[in-house]
């Protein structure tokens, strides 16, 4: 029984899900005071950063699925932090632009996410952060 234990604790599934439930609890206690989920404060930064992205566009950049991001978005904009204005070449097209309370702390939730990963991964030598999220990246593209 032990050996079956240890092969289903060594499954890389099990190990990605068990950092995953790890990283995201962790991040979701540092964004409650922001009262937003993670999501929702990606959605946010990548706005901050590069205003005016359409939700494919975003989507592409997030790595998010349409139904993901457009329940993500409606639900910014209910609440203020994000706006949709019409391209002014193509009124069909949507643009995402950020609100003034999202400019206002998108600095220091960056800060706060930057912070994160490093205690995150604190763990491991820069080698080794540099190899793990090489391969995170391989596995997800």
Not at 63 to 85: F, H, M, N, P, Y
Request: glycine share 8%; proline share 3%.
């Amino acid at each position: 029984m032990d050996n079956l234990n240890d092969e289903l604790r060594d499954c890389s599934v099990f190990l990605l899900g068990k950092a995953y439930q790890r990283a995201h609890g962790e991040f979701k206690k540092l964004l409650e005071p922001f009262g937003l989920t993670n999501l929702q404060h990606l959605v946010i930064e990548a706005l901050v950063h590069e205003p005016g992205l359409t939700a494919g566009e975003l989507g592409r950049i997030l790595i998010l699925d349409k139904a993901t991001l457009s329940g993500v978005i409606q639900r910014l904009e209910e609440s203020g932090w994000l706006e949709k204005r019409a391209d002014g070449d193509d009124g069909r097209v949507q643009r995402l632009y950020p609100l003034e309370k999202s400019v206002e702390i998108a600095a220091e939730m960056a800060t706060a996410r930057k912070s994160f990963d490093r205690r995150f991964l604190s763990g491991l030598t820069p080698g080794e952060r540099s190899t793990f999220k090489r391969l995170l990246k391989e596995l997800i593209w």
